[in-house]
Nanobody, 129 residues
Framework: QVQIMESGGGLVQPGGSLNLSCTTS????????AAWFRQAPGKEREVVACISADEFIKFYGDSVKGRFTIFRDNAKNIVHLQMTSLTPEDTATYYCAADKVVCPQTQNYYYGGALFGHWGQGTQVTVSS
């Protein structure tokens, strides 16, 4: 069984940076892609970034493109999300997900995360002065 745990959330000032980490364990296939999603209160869950198993394919949501970077530490089964130039609109619970997925290149095709069957519990990111 796949287990996923996020870490690194917290409070950060607008314009600041924060790094999130997602650790996977258990039966994680080598072909599993991984993605970060986020959900703010009263809003639908949306994709933030996605990375394929071989790191060749990446995707970023329009709202974070150019500010966030997703990358892997394969030796430790960790996927990172480096966030910069944070704004209050980035405030949300951030979730890591994994499954046999090659990252779609259109945001609508993430269907709020329906492509992914394995999820962590989330880590809270609050951007406020």
């Amino acid at each position: 069984q796949v287990q996923i745990m996020e870490s690194g959330g917290g409070l950060v000032q607008p314009g600041g940076s924060l790094n999130l980490s997602c650790t996977t364990s258990g039966f994680v296939e080598h072909y599993y892609g991984a993605a970060w999603f986020r959900q703010a209160p009263g809003k639908e869950r949306e994709v933030v970034a996605c990375i394929s198993a071989d790191e060749f394919i990446k995707f970023y949501g329009d709202s974070v493109k150019g500010r966030f970077t997703i990358f892997r530490d394969n030796a430790k089964n960790i996927v990172h999300l480096q966030m910069t130039s944070l704004t209050p609109e980035d405030t949300a619970t951030y979730y890591c997900a994994a499954d046999k997925v090659v990252c779609p290149q259109t945001q609508n095709y993430y269907y709020g995360g329906a492509l992914f069957g394995h999820w962590g519990q989330g880590t809270q990111v609050t951007v406020s002065s």
